[in-house]
Structure formats: structure tokens, C-alpha cells
């Protein structure tokens, strides 16, 4: 059965440093997520993509952020200058649309910023 | 998005069917119900999704009251790999599916030897 990846699992930075998260969503999927969860809290939306641009981010999704689909399989986050709070669960999901969008998410990176 | 609101947490024995209530009683008439489960800080874990008519599949059932204000997720013969946090999420389905999930705090389903 087809699923979502990530890597790495466990993500360790220096604050003020950049991450870059990847994913690799199911292959006939189109539409990207990045969800993040912080420790003992809700799982949180930050931004969906669809067609190589942005359909819609959250509040979270500041500045520092950013995603690429770089080459048409890989779909990543970037964090450019990292802080503290950034200490979460990453998970990447990607539904295929078209009438059938339940979405899949992947096993998570864990970034921790010390 | 319609608000949900769950039980925080339930205890069901091994082998006896997990009845997970969720009430939306704000839920509109293009919104549909969706079950997910997140397992120990895995990805959510699709269930289940309906809109007024009562769904199985074979994970689970899902029944919807008939005025939509509330719904029970039911798992048949749980084990403890069912052990889980159990959000119930009402929002538009559209054939374009850009729309983001909004999760709650869930019930956290634990299930007893």
C-alpha cells in the first residue's frame, strides 16, 4: 500500500540555524500539507499546496517558512533561521483530490532546537 | 468548519466494541464527518468519513444521527493496537481537495487487557 514518507525522523539544530524537512507524498497525490504538532498539544495546520504554489497557511506559517516541490516527487519545509518554539512534530499528508480527498499523513520528523 | 466536541478520555476491554461519541450539533448541511486517529505521535490515521448516511468499512462504523448533530465512531472488537487519541473533524468535502483539517483535542481510547 502506497504511504506517505519523511525524513529524517529526528531532526537536532542549533537555534538560528535552517532546517529543511522532506517529504515524499503517495505518487498520484496532488495536493501537499505540513501539519506540526507540539509536544502534549494539538496537531496544527500550517499550509497546504496545490499545482507548485501555496492555497493557504496558517498564522504559523510566517516568513521563516517556506515550501518547494523541487522535483515533481520530493515536497519539503523550510525553516529559515530556527527558534525554540519550532520544537515539534512535523508530519507531511498529501490527499489526491479530485472527489477523493482524505488525507494521508506521513510518520513525522521530530525537530528539536536547542 | 463545524466545532466538535469529544469525550477527553474512554476505557473499553479488549474484544468488546469502543462506542466513541462526538457531538456537532453547529454541523451545515455540506459538511461531512471524518474520523482520524493518531496512535502514540504517529501521522493521523485516516477512519472514516459520512455524511448522513450510517458508513462501515473495515476499520470501522460510523453512525450519524438523523438530525446530524451527533455521531458515534464504532470499532467492533477493539484490540490494543486500537490504543489511541480519536478526533472527530466536520468540514466541506469538495471535489478539490485543498481544504485543511482542523484537530481538536480528541478522546484518547484506551483499551484494557
Known amino acids: 500500500e502506497p504511504e506517505v514518507t519523511q525524513t529524517p525522523s529526528h531532526q537536532v539544530t542549533q537555534m538560528g540555524q535552517e532546517v529543511i524537512l522532506r517529504c515524499v507524498p503517495i505518487?498520484?497525490?496532488?495536493?501537499f500539507y505540513w501539519y506540526r504538532q507540539i509536544l502534549g498539544q494539538k496537531v496544527e495546520f500550517l499550509v497546504s499546496?496545490?499545482?507548485?504554489?501555496?492555497?493557504?497557511k496558517s498564522e504559523i506559517f510566517d516568513d521563516q517558512f517556506s515550501v518547494e516541490r523541487p522535483d515533481g516527487s520530493n515536497f519539503t519545509l523550510k525553516i529559515r533561521s530556527t527558534k525554540l518554539e519550532d520544537s515539534a512534530m512535523y508530519f507531511c499528508a498529501s490527499t489526491r483530490g479530485l472527489g477523493n480527498n482524505e488525507q494521508f499523513f506521513g510518520p513525522g520528523t521530530r525537530l528539536t532546537v536547542l | 468548519d463545524a466545532k466538535t466536541t469529544q469525550p477527553p478520555s474512554m476505557d473499553c476491554a479488549e474484544g468488546r466494541a469502543a462506542n466513541l461519541p462526538c457531538n456537532h450539533s453547529t454541523i451545515s448541511g455540506n459538511e461531512y464527518v471524518y474520523w482520524y486517529r493518531q496512535i502514540h505521535s504517529q501521522g493521523p490515521q485516516y477512519i472514516i468519513h459520512?455524511?448522513?448516511n450510517n458508513e462501515t468499512n473495515e476499520m470501522a462504523s460510523l453512525i450519524i444521527t438523523e438530525d446530524r448533530k451527533s455521531s458515534t465512531l464504532i470499532l467492533p472488537h477493539a484490540t490494543l493496537r486500537d490504543t489511541a487519541v480519536y478526533y472527530c473533524i466536520v468540514r466541506v468535502r469538495r471535489n478539490f481537495g485543498n481544504e485543511k483539517l482542523t484537530f481538536g483535542t480528541g478522546t484518547r481510547l484506551t483499551i484494557i487487557p
Open positions: 499546496f496545490y499545482n507548485n504554489e501555496i492555497s493557504e
Open positions: 459520512g455524511l448522513k
Open positions: 505518487s498520484n497525490h496532488l495536493y
